[in-house]
């Protein structure tokens, strides 16, 4: 496919347990950001990736939550101990790295706390 | 630190009619300005872009959008709303790399758009 493809598009999860949310940048991006919106907060800045540099984690809200980036491509968000406040639509956005090349956005993954 | 303010949570409009979507930023450089629109269960898709040049830009459906520094807004326009533009509206700034973490986007708390028919 040409666009953001991110995996599970639904997680229903209880409690306490740990989850990997999954994100496939479009072909030749560099340039990889995760988002959270959620009713509360909506939509909200995580982390961000760029090639090889060190990530920009200053986005995430606790250490519960991670994200790598493999081999400049797929991305994932972990998020550890779950809580019922990581309740959201979590959106991965992809873009050719330079500062004026527009973000691409996948439809996102529903996560739900139980 | 940047901020977008979207005062209008929701905004009704009947269709053929036209519509303006109002969006204040706040920056303390060149703001580069974004809005998307967003349709329920699906992702962000960008309506058009704003980094230098020509104050109106045109966007894809048919919207555009004007930059005012003076009033610190950048409102989405569009002539004749369609049935189909119903879905939520986001405008957005973006860091511009500026602080070395590239365009880090800042959203707004979103426009509801109702059409009637």
């Known amino acids: 496919g040409a666009g953001v493809s991110q995996s599970p598009s639904n997680k229903v999860t209880e409690k306490g347990k740990d989850v990997e949310l999954r994100c496939d940048p479009i072909?030749?991006?560099?340039?990889l950001y995760w988002y959270r919106q959620s009713l509360g907060q909506g939509l909200e800045f995580l982390i961000y990736?760029?090639?090889?540099?060190?990530?920009?984690k200053s986005g995430l809200p606790s250490d519960r939550f991670s994200a790598e980036r493999t081999g400049g491509s797929v991305s994932t968000l972990t998020i550890q101990r779950t809580q019922q406040e990581d309740s959201a639509v979590y959106l991965c956005?992809?873009?050719?790295?330079?500062?004026?090349?527009?973000?691409?956005f996948g439809d996102g993954t529903r996560l739900s706390i139980l | 630190a940047q901020s977008v303010t979207q005062p209008d949570i929701h905004i009704t409009v009947s269709e053929g009619a036209s519509l303006e979507l109002r969006c204040n930023y706040s920056?303390?450089?060149?703001?580069?300005l974004f809005w998307y629109v967003q349709s329920p269960g699906q992702g962000l898709q960008l309506l058009l872009k704003?980094?230098?040049?020509?104050?109106l830009v045109q966007g894809i459906k048919g919207f555009e959008a004007e930059f005012k520094r003076s009033q610190s807004s950048f409102n989405l326009r569009k002539p004749s709303v369609h049935w189909s533009d119903a879905a939520e509206y986001f405008c957005?700034?973006?860091?511009?790399?500026?602080?070395?973490?590239?365009?880090?986007?800042?959203f707004g708390t979103g426009t509801q758009l109702k059409v009637e028919l």
């Open positions: 956005a992809s873009s050719l790295g330079q500062y004026n090349q527009p973000q691409h």
């Open positions: 957005a700034v973006g860091s511009g790399g500026i602080t070395g973490g590239g365009n880090k986007l800042t």
């Open positions: 990736f760029q090639g090889n540099s060190a990530p920009d």
């Open positions: 920056y303390g450089a060149t703001p580069y």
């Open positions: 072909s030749g991006h560099t340039a």
């Open positions: 704003y980094f230098s040049g020509d104050t």
